[in-house]
T-cell receptor, first 115, second 112 residues
Framework: DSGVTQTPKHLITATGQRVTLRCSPRSGDLSVYWYQQSLDQGLQFLIQYYNGEERAKGNILERFSAQQFPDLHSELNLSSLELGDSALYFC??????????????FGPGTRLTVL | AQRVTQPEKLLSVFKGAPVELKCNYSYSGSPELFWYVQYSRQRLQLLLRHISRESIKGFTADLNKGETSFHLKKPFAQEEDSAMYYCALSGITQGGSEKLVFGKGTKLTVNP
């Protein structure tokens, strides 16, 4: 068990709504990463936070935002939801700020379904 | 553009047969590549990284810069190797930070 936890496991909501996904990193890890996995796009990096600060940004839509709190847990907020936002959202954490030697440990994911 | 291509969505082999999961990349810089694996009902986890030049669970992967490939190989597949395999590249975001770029994955099935 990698220690990264994500809640909820499943989320079903309607178009136009807003949801919050939560991630708790492994103990001692300072970085949190968010990924979106959809059937057509595969696993896509969204954003990384390191020790409370935004560290790297990927293909994250303006309707999406994230933050990392002082206790290092992170939340991903998705608003004005569209059908195409239905996907698996993964969180990962690592000890350092990133890089090829900084292993990312993944959570189990949150499956979002937008109806 | 930074891109990782895994040409095979599905790969099926028999136990004891050699297996090769293909990965090609596109990256203008010096690439750093990884293989991640997701077993059934388990989390995505790092299998190996090219800079370590390691063999994990009998798997190896060699970076071939000329062919821009990082194929994952195992001489004798086992049933427990059945899983989803993702090749990933450590790339640079527009802001200059590092990020992982994943391929779409290959589902490996090892038949008894």
């Amino acid at each position: 068990d990698s220690g990264v936890t994500q809640t909820p496991k499943h989320l079903i909501t309607a178009t136009g709504q807003r949801v919050t996904l939560r991630c708790s990193p492994r103990s001692g890890d300072l970085s949190v990463y968010w990924y979106q996995q959809s059937l057509d796009q595969g696993l896509q990096f969204l954003i990384q936070y390191y020790n409370g600060e935004e560290r790297a940004k990927g293909n994250i839509l303006e309707r999406f935002s994230a933050q990392q709190f002082p206790d290092l847990h992170s939340e991903l907020n998705l608003s004005s939801l569209e059908l195409g936002d239905s996907a698996l959202y993964f969180c990962a954490s690592s000890v350092g700020a990133g890089g090829s030697t900084d292993t990312q440990y993944f959570g189990p994911g949150t499956r979002l379904t937008v109806l | 553009a930074q891109r990782v291509t895994q040409p095979e969505k599905l790969l099926s082999v028999f136990k004891g047969a050699p297996v090769e999961l293909k990965c090609n990349y596109s990256y203008s810089g010096s690439p750093e590549l990884f293989w991640y694996v997701q077993y059934s009902r388990q989390r995505l986890q790092l299998l190996l990284r090219h800079i370590s030049r390691e063999s994990i669970k009998g798997f190896t992967a060699d970076l071939n810069k000329g062919e821009t490939s990082f194929h994952l190989k195992k001489p004798f597949a086992q049933e427990e190797d059945s899983a989803m395999y993702y090749c990933a590249l450590s790339g640079i975001t527009q802001g200059g930070s590092e990020k992982l770029v994943f391929g779409k994955g290959t589902k490996l099935t090892v038949n008894p």
